[in-house]
């Protein structure tokens, strides 16, 4: 049974727990914060008009535990019903709670312990998120919950301001009330703002190091975690997340501000964007309220961060132009492959036209899509969608030249005979199977529908086309129990041009080069081996490179020379 010890006069700790519809979870969730060895304590439920068993829980465990006081919130918004839980709150520290989590023992002692040795106004302590079959640690990518920290300024460790959730800290109460800090009772993100208001505020922060919370991402569409994706919540999140960026704004802390941009491009921004375009279908009438919320958003932070993957930086960029279809192929590409190669063709095509049309291209951005454009290309069934692989590859070959399309023999096709190849390519149907090199030679070992009569695996040097495929200096061919053909292909090291980005092809009637695509696993490197390699998704590219001896000659001779010039330098300067 629970404690019915009477509370203090005046409790150490104020727990405010807003409730809403949490019958099946707010018994364990009170069960936890109830055994605290903090015991000190009051917690506040306010219970947002519930209509479920939420409120008759309660009301039973406050019936044995004097500590627990249930309020009915006298209106509705999950803000308001915390704001009147501070309301009512006496306790000098306060925390939040959700109604359907856990806190873990001594979790209260740790954070209100802190506070009370270092001073500080706000304790940040580490948290763990939970479904029925995964853990994990969202603090591992904060380089601020790596160390313990006491009274040290919120601009100290500036990536606390990826930890934006009430419920992992510890607040002096009358701090909290002096700042008139308050949660807004807005659809989704109610707590992004006054936690950025709480951090720039506050005079002294303290990380601790015990985790304090368990977050559970509970299944289905009950829970704001699930209904992320809907119209309303993401409006609503682009606002609060408007508000947060002119508050770090106003602070004028460059260091912070680069990673409220961090926040933005690479996490909270991206992940709300990329959910929201995950079950986007089709224009609607309120695109135009999220492409321009969105807009004001992106105006807030600086440029990007470098590290921010060209992708996710293009989604939300597209997002802000309205351009929702050419954004979702950005914010998850993975999500197109199954699309009927028509589908998936067009929208590669239309994504690149779109970022070109609204300038948003940057150093760097062709190099991220080198692999997904050569898995779209190189992807079965492309004869079915001829007309749509040909814009894609012209769009490709005016944005970037033809060197981006070095990986697919097809895009070096005469005029009119694209379909021809992309057919060819179909009806071999080959796969490498294995990679293997060394000394004695280059060795490809693969499966095709087609056998010797009407396929030949070769060689393609995409950087020249007009040069013809390597042929191997010996094929060797059997028939499989599955009917199809596995064949192997030996190359000579000399053979080979030194430096050239080879990939293994298949040479069909009237001399068609076509793609093969890979599922071998790699040699692991080895500085003996004559070739390097290197997958490009469903593509194997290999460079022949100079013998290991000559590199370690060459190596000592640039070795030799830098410090021949640096002694001559120090004599000269000595005279």
């Known amino acids: 049974m629970l404690s019915t010890a009477a509370p203090a006069r005046t409790p150490l700790l104020s727990v405010v727990m807003p409730t809403h519809n949490v019958g099946p979870w707010v018994r364990e969730t009170l069960r936890s914060v109830l055994s605290q060895d903090l015991t000190e304590l009051e917690v ?92 994990w640690r969202p603090t591992d990518s904060m380089a601020a919950f ?26 002096r109460r009358d701090w909290w009330v002096d700042n008139d800090l308050a949660f807004p009772d807005v659809p989704r993100s109610n707590d992004i703002v006054p936690m950025v208001r709480a951090y720039l505020a506050a005079r002294s922060v303290d990380i601790v190091p015990d985790v304090v919370y368990l977050y559970r991402e509970r299944p289905g569409g009950s829970s704001m975690t699930a209904r992320a994706d809907s119209s309303t919540s993401i409006l609503s999140y682009l606002e609060q997340e408007r508000r947060c960026g002119e508050l770090v704004a106003a602070a004028g802390d460059e260091q912070l501000s680069r990673v409220y941009a961090g926040l933005v491009y690479d996490r909270d921004g991206f992940v709300h964007i990329a959910k929201y375009l995950s079950r986007w279908e089709a224009p609607a009438a309120h695109d135009a309220d999220v492409a321009e919320a969105l807009r004001r958003l992106l105006a807030l932070p600086p440029r990007p961060p470098r590290y921010v993957h060209s992708f996710k930086r293009l989604t939300l960029q597209l ?23 028509r589908i998936r063709l067009r929208a590669w095509a239309t994504a690149l036209e779109r970022i070109s049309a609204h300038d948003l291209w940057r150093s760097g951005d062709h190099e991220a899509l080198v692999l997904p454009l050569a898995s779209a290309l190189t992807a079965p069934r492309a004869a079915e969608a001829a007309a749509e692989w040909q814009e894609l590859a012209d769009a490709i070959r005016r944005l970037f030249g033809d060197r981006e399309l070095m990986l697919v023999p097809e895009a070096s096709a005469p005029a009119g005979a694209v379909e021809r190849a992309l057919g060819s390519r179909d009806a071999v149907a080959a796969t490498v199977r294995e990679v293997d090199g060394g000394v004695g030679g280059l060795t490809l070992v693969g499966t095709s529908r087609l056998g010797a009569d009407d396929a030949h695996p070769v060689l393609y040097d995409g950087e020249f086309e007009g040069n013809p495929p390597i042929e191997p200096a010996r094929v060797s061919w059997r028939r499989r129990a599955e009917g199809d053909w596995e064949w192997t292909a030996g190359f000579p090291v ?41 997958p490009f998704g469903p ?37």
């Open 44 to 135: 506040i439920v306010v219970d947002d008009h519930s209509t479920d068993a939420t409120r008759e829980v309660v009301r039973a465990i406050a019936a044995d535990d004097a500590r627990v006081r249930l309020i009915e919130a006298s209106s509705r918004g999950g803000g308001s019903a915390r704001n009147e839980g501070v309301a009512a709150a006496r306790g000098e520290f306060l925390v939040f709670s959700d109604g359907d989590d856990i806190v873990p023992d001594g979790a209260y002692t740790a954070l209100v312990g802190s506070l009370r040795e270092s001073g500080s106004d706000i304790a940040f302590g580490d948290y763990l998120k939970f479904r029925p079959v995964d853990t």
């Open 319 to 341: 997002a802000a132009h309205r351009e929702f279809e050419a954004a979702r192929v950005f914010a998850e590409p993975a999500a197109i492959d199954g699309e009927h190669p």
């Open 539 to 575: 593509v194997v590219m290999i460079r022949r490179r100079r013998h290991w001896i000559l590199r370690a000659g060459r190596r000592a001779l640039v070795t030799v020379v830098g410090k021949a010039r640096s002694l001559l330098g120090s004599a000269r300067r000595g005279a």
């Open 146 to 171: 790596g160390r313990p920290r006491r009274g040290i300024a919120f601009a100290d460790e500036p990536t606390l301001l990826y930890s934006r959730p009430c419920w992992n800290k510890a607040f």
């Open 494 to 534: 000399r053979s080979l041009p030194l430096h050239r980005p080879l990939t293994p092809a298949m040479r069909v009637p009237a001399g068609v080069v076509v793609s093969v695509r890979s599922e071998a696993a790699l040699p692991e490197y080895d500085k003996m081996d004559p070739f390097l390699y290197d």
